[in-house]
């Protein structure tokens, strides 16, 4: 954890490498875990391998990552910054809809309060979901970032951030309120957010990508495989690696509900890659 330092999230520094609580919910994202209990051990584990950032969100499950984080975790540790995010919900067929009217916000943010079992929580994420909901589209935020900051001046929230944005959405966004975070899908193959990641270390904001191996083509994946192959190390933990180095204000949220696996997880942080490795995993993207 100690090799790539800490860097700021909302009022607290977070080691860099953090942990995602999606997968704590059942098959889709949907229902309850097969195994509580496991769920619930993954977690302690997660804190006692030095984790102290972990995403989640109200509508996985629904409820039930939250409710699973607050029997494993409550009374939380001092220095655990817990990050979660509104903008969507869950339909009877486990669809993801939007959710972004001034209600359907403030109720997301009283359903994480109660299921956390918190007052007041650290980092909100305001999920975009414009077009298709499945990766950033343009349009007007303002309505929506603006109940967050209602909600923030009222003590119910810390500190802002956003998921599934573009730039023009994360600079209207900071003429609202401050920005403390910026979720989107961003890894060795898909670098479309590489100009942001730089003017967002500029000020300070964290970036904060997942998928970090979503989408990779054939050839892109035979050369992971390869790196990894070389390093004695699973294509998981190159990709997590090489995010570590790619700038110091990138935050990472890798999920699972396997502690083996999220011990092979956190091992990334102890891998370092030489400067050829890391122009070989650079030229990745321009092979999709």
């Known amino acids: 954890m100690t090799q790539y330092g800490t860097f700021s999230l909302g009022s607290q520094f977070v080691n860099r490498l953090g942990y995602g609580a999606m997968q704590l919910a059942g098959p889709g994202v949907f229902g309850p875990p097969k195994d509580r209990h496991a769920a619930i051990s993954v977690l302690r584990e997660a804190l006692e391998l030095g984790v102290n950032h972990i995403d989640t969100s109200d509508f996985y499950g629904p409820h039930v990552t939250n409710q699973i984080i607050r029997e494993a975790?409550?009374?939380?540790?001092?220095?655990?910054?817990?990050?979660?995010?509104?903008?969507?919900?869950?339909?009877?067929?486990?669809?993801?809809?939007?959710?972004?009217?001034?209600?359907?916000l403030k109720q997301a943010v009283h359903d994480n309060?109660?299921?956390?079992?918190?007052?007041?929580?650290?980092?909100?994420?305001?999920?975009?979901?414009?077009?298709?909901?499945?990766?950033?589209?343009?349009?007007?935020?303002?309505?929506?970032?603006?109940?967050l900051a209602e909600l923030q001046q009222q003590g119910l929230v810390k500190h802002i951030g956003l998921s599934n944005v573009t730039p023009t959405q994360v600079a209207e966004a900071r003429k609202i309120a401050p920005i403390v975070c910026v979720q989107n899908e961003y890894n060795i193959a898909h670098r479309g957010d590489d100009a942001l990641i730089d003017a967002l270390a500029r000020d300070g904001i964290a970036y904060v990508p997942f998928f970090p191996l979503g989408g990779f083509s054939p050839l892109q994946s035979s050369t992971l495989n390869e790196v990894a192959h070389s390093l004695g190390a699973t294509p998981m933990q190159v990709a997590l690696a090489w995010l570590l180095h790619r700038s110091p204000n990138i935050l990472l949220i890798p999920g699972t509900s396997s502690v083996a696996h999220l011990r092979e997880n956190m091992a990334a942080a102890e891998l370092t890659l030489s400067a050829e490795t890391l122009a070989t995993l650079d030229g990745i993207a321009a092979k999709g």
């Not at 910054?81 to 486990?94: E, L, P």
């Not at 305001?126 to 303002?142: K, L, N, Q, T, Y």
């Open 73 to 104: 975790l409550h009374p939380y540790a001092d220095d655990l910054t817990i990050v979660t995010k509104i903008g969507a919900r869950r339909g009877d067929d486990a669809s993801w809809l939007p959710a972004f009217s001034p209600e359907e």
């Open 113 to 147: 309060l109660r299921n956390l079992g918190l007052d007041v929580l650290d980092v909100v994420n305001m999920r975009v979901m414009i077009g298709d909901g499945h990766g950033p589209g343009e349009g007007s935020i303002e309505a929506s970032v603006s109940v």
